[in-house]
C-alpha cells in the first residue's frame, strides 16, 4: 500500500474519532458544511424560535448557549427543542 494512502486513512480515521468527541461535535456545527451537521436543527424550530423572540437573534444565541452550557453534549436540533420547551415553560 503507497504511504500516502495509509497517512489518508490515519488522517480519515483520527478525523473520525474527533468528530465522535463533545469538542468535534462543537467544531462540526461551526463548519458551513451542511452535509458534516447530521444533528442539524429542523428549519421549523429554528424559525419557530427566532419568532417567539421576535427576530433578536441575539436571544435566540443566548437561549442556545444556556442549553449547551447545561449539557455540551447537546446537538443543534437538542438544544433548540430544549431551548423551546424552556421558552414555553416560562410563559
Known amino acids: 500500500m503507497p504511504d500516502w494512502l495509509v497517512v489518508l ?3 480519515l480515521v483520527l478525523g473520525a474519532m474527533l468528530a465522535s468527541t463533545a469538542a468535534g461535535r462543537r467544531l462540526r456545527q461551526r463548519l458551513p458544511v451542511v452535509a458534516l451537521r447530521a444533528g442539524r436543527a429542523p428549519k421549523e424550530d429554528r424559525e419557530y424560535l427566532l419568532r417567539v ?7 435566540v444565541e443566548r437561549l442556545l448557549e444556556i442549553e449547551r452550557a447545561r449539557r455540551p453534549d447537546l446537538t443543534e436540533a437538542e438544544a433548540y427543542r430544549k431551548a423551546i420547551r424552556t421558552h414555553l415553560r416560562q410563559t
Do not use: A
Open 53 to 59: 423572540c421576535n427576530g433578536d437573534r441575539v436571544r
Open 9 to 11: 486513512v490515519g488522517l
